[in-house]
């Protein structure tokens, strides 16, 4: 796989690999996310059911306290992306469908072509 000398960062790897890329659909997950066995599955169906839909974001739970969660896609607030949900308990939230800011790209689903349309990743987010 063709890759870089140097560390560019998390943006630049992603947009590198955007172009490589021959499918419909960008999975992204961080080296440090445990999936769930039907984690891409599922992801999969979403963005079938949802075909207006350009990205799908994941209920992330905290690694060291799975009963809370990390995330669940983010909101806009006053011009900025935050969380959802983050430090509620996970049997209560971020369960519901929902239309989102943006997902967390540690565990996301992007639309290769919606991607590439914007030239890729904010590279300046390293």
Same mark, same amino acid.
């Given at each position: 796989?063709?890759?870089?000398?140097?560390?560019?960062?998390?943006? &630049?790897? *992603?947009?590198?690999?955007?172009?490589? &890329?021959?499918?419909?659909?960008?999975? =992204?997950? *961080?080296?440090?996310?445990?999936?769930?066995?039907?984690?891409?599955?599922?992801? @999969?169906?979403?963005?079938?059911? *949802?075909?207006?839909?350009?990205?799908?974001?994941? $209920? #992330?739970? !905290?690694?060291? &306290? $799975?009963?809370?969660? %990390?995330?669940?896609?983010?909101? !806009?607030? +006053?011009? =900025?992306?935050? #969380?959802?949900?983050?430090?509620?308990?996970?049997?209560?939230?971020? @369960?519901?469908?929902?239309?989102?800011?943006?997902?967390?790209?540690?565990? &996301?689903? %992007? +639309?290769? !072509?919606?991607?590439? !349309?914007?030239?890729?990743?904010?590279?300046? %987010?390293?």
């Amino acid at each position: 796989m063709e890759g870089f000398e140097s560390n560019r960062g998390f943006t &630049a790897a *992603n947009n590198h690999h955007a172009c490589l &890329a021959h499918g419909k659909w960008l999975a =992204l997950l *961080n080296s440090d996310a445990f999936p769930e066995p039907d984690w891409l599955e599922e992801l @999969l169906k979403a963005a079938e059911n *949802n075909p207006e839909f350009s990205f799908f974001a994941s $209920r #992330q739970l !905290q690694a060291n &306290a $799975r009963q809370l969660l %990390y995330g669940a896609g983010d909101h !806009q607030i +006053s011009g =900025l992306a935050w #969380q959802r949900h983050t430090g509620f308990p996970a049997a209560q939230f971020g @369960l519901e469908t929902a239309e989102l800011f943006s997902p967390c790209a540690a565990a &996301a689903l %992007y +639309s290769r !072509q919606a991607i590439l !349309q914007v030239d890729g990743f904010d590279e300046d %987010y390293f």
